[in-house]
Antibody, heavy 119, light 109 residues
């Protein structure tokens, strides 16, 4: 059974850097074709894809946020970390990580973690 | 503003059939598979349809997806009150080199 869980601060100040960790089980990020992605959803708004890292360390970023995002993986710890710099109140959202497979896309999602950006 | 366009809302009575549309372009829907997600308030999205018209195990066959050109649709037949939810379409965008989502459709049954 694949599970993912997001963790990180619930409150960050404007201009600070956000670091979120996705801890997963039930799969290995060293398996060919597997990836972990990050998606966010501001309150009452639509889903927005942020980044994706593949088993081979290939990385993809939203072109709209690329300059602020970094995604990394620690295969031994079964974790994927997303950092987002220069946080702003508009970045207030629920942040999800999701298991990604070539055929199924983002097929299993974590419960999400809510991040509020406020001074 | 989302890259994929969905109607913000849809409504139908129990037992009937509803279709939710998703419009894109040649760089996303026109050249990639379409995925559909169901999201209840306060919960994470759940994969409903993958690769245009495939259902993951456990998803009822009342849910069906289709694609034509740069548009896709999700049809739900035999509507039930528990289908009342938000629905999102998604596709890989070759020009943006990333996933894109629709703005979501809130279905009222």
């Amino acid at each position: 059974q694949i599970t993912l869980k997001e963790s990180g601060p619930t409150l960050v100040k404007p201009t600070q850097t956000l670091t979120l960790t996705c801890t997963f089980s039930g799969f290995s990020l060293s398996t060919s074709g597997v990836g972990v992605g990050w998606i966010r959803q501001p309150p009452g708004k639509a889903l927005e894809w942020l980044a994706l890292i593949y088993w081979n360390d290939d990385k993809r970023y939203s072109p709209f946020l690329k300059s602020r995002l970094t995604i990394t993986k620690d295969t031994s710890k079964n974790q994927v970390v997303l950092t987002m710099t220069s946080m702003d109140p508009v970045d207030t959202a629920t942040y999800y990580c999701a298991h990604h497979r070539q055929v199924y896309g983002m097929d299993v999602w974590g419960l999400g973690t809510t991040v509020t950006v406020s001074s | 503003q989302s890259v994929l366009t969905q109607p913000p809302s849809a409504s139908e009575t129990p037992g009937q059939r509803v279709t939710i549309s998703c419009s894109g372009s040649s760089s996303n829907i026109g050249s990639s598979y379409v995925y559909w997600y169901q999201q209840f308030p306060g919960t994470a999205p759940k994969l409903l349809v993958y690769r245009n018209n495939q259902r993951p195990s456990g998803v009822p066959d009342r849910f069906s997806g289709s694609k034509s050109g740069t548009s896709a649709s999700l049809a739900i037949s035999g509507l039930r009150s528990e289908d009342e939810s938000d629905y999102y379409c998604s596709a890989w965008d070759d020009r943006l080199n990333g996933w894109v989502f629709g703005g979501g459709t809130r279905l009222t049954v």
